[in-house]
């Protein structure tokens, strides 16, 4: 089908309201791939307005500084269960302590292969945090930890961002492993 060369927003600006016959197909499509790493809030809008969790299978979220405060804005209108047939999950600069929302749950997601975690810098808004920072990377090695070992068995490609494997790890289906580290100097 035409629509797998597209992102969800494409889809929708290009195909909505052109026919009763194509927004009845565009209701039942159950393939959306949705990128809202470089979109614009009112595609971003369109988005969330128009396609069901359960119609997406690629979802990529991000709190760079194109997009701040997309995050949070997603999470208003949709909790990460909902997206029963997600198969790949990338998280872009997204702050630890948001985060829990969404990594409690994503065991849940029984057919996600795909999740990738990744910053660039950690955030930090005073001097106070900054030098908490190692606490900070600490906590964020915790919290994934535990998220890993619940979905590895399932995962097929896995990408994170200063993250320490631990040697007792099963990885019986990973065909794709990325490990990336965040030093001091990469602290903003």
């Known amino acids: 089908m035409i629509f797998s060369y597209f992102l969800a927003h494409e889809i929708l600006l290009s195909f909505s309201n052109t026919s009763d016959h194509i927004d009845s197909i565009l209701l039942s499509y159950a393939l959306y791939k949705i ?32 997009t701040p405060g997309q995050y949070a804005l997603f999470l208003s209108h949709f909790s990460i ?18 985060l ?10 029984r057919r996600l292969h795909s999740f990738t975690y990744d910053f660039k810098a950690i955030k930090m808004h005073s001097p106070n945090q900054i030098d908490n920072s190692s606490n900070w990377i600490d906590r964020l090695n915790s919290s994934l930890s535990k998220v890993v070992i619940r979905i590895m068995p399932q995962m097929k490609r896995l990408s994170l961002s200063n993250f ?25």
């Open 35 to 66: 990128n809202f790493k470089y979109i614009s809030k009112s595609h971003f809008d369109l988005v969330c307005r128009q396609i069901r969790p359960s119609q997406v299978i690629t979802l990529i979220l991000s709190d760079a500084d194109d």
């Open 81 to 98: 269960e909902q997206f029963i047939q997600l198969q790949l999950l990338m998280l872009i600069d997204i702050e630890l302590d948001s």
């Open 100 to 109: 829990d929302s969404i990594l409690s749950n994503l065991h849940s997601l």
């Open 164 to 188: 320490k494997i631990l040697p007792t790890m099963s990885l019986p289906c990973l065909r794709h492993l990325k490990m990336g580290k965040v030093t001091r100097s990469g602290i903003t």
